[in-house]
């Protein structure tokens, strides 16, 4: 219901952009997220916008660099990833709220447990 696409091999300094599109699903979306999972480390939350309003949120590792950005909910929403660095190095999953209710909290969204839809991932290689 939530598929991932472009990743691939980059250098450093280099750009990707990725896109999450969302198929088979009518009911509403509060947020749409993308987090990563490095080999052997926890899944971490990257970026996130949420549908009232449009507002959004970085993980701090890729605040000016990375991109999240779409029209709505139900239209693919695309990472997209500038000046990429080795250590996003990392498998990309993107994840949607359907639950709700819109929250103000900004941690609440850094959660992986507050989502309840997640694409398959997809692999970007920064290399050095």
């Known amino acids: 219901q939530l598929q991932a696409s472009g990743g691939g091999l980059v250098q450093a300094g280099g750009s990707l952009r990725l896109s999450c599109a969302a198929s088979g699903r009518t009911f509403n979306t509060y947020a749409t997220a993308w987090f990563r999972q490095a080999p052997g480390k926890e899944r971490e939350f990257v970026a996130v916008?949420?549908?009232?309003?449009?507002?959004?949120d970085y993980a701090d590792s890729v605040k000016g660099r990375f991109t999240i950005f779409g029209d709505n909910a139900k239209n693919p929403v695309d990472l997209q990833m500038n000046s990429l660095k080795p250590e996003d190095t990392a498998v990309y999953y993107c994840a949607a709220d359907d639950d709700g209710p819109f929250r103000l909290s900004t941690s609440y969204y850094r959660q992986t447990t507050t989502y309840d839809y997640w694409g398959q991932g997809t692999l970007v290689t920064v290399s050095s």
């Open positions: 916008i949420k549908w009232n309003g449009g507002n959004t």
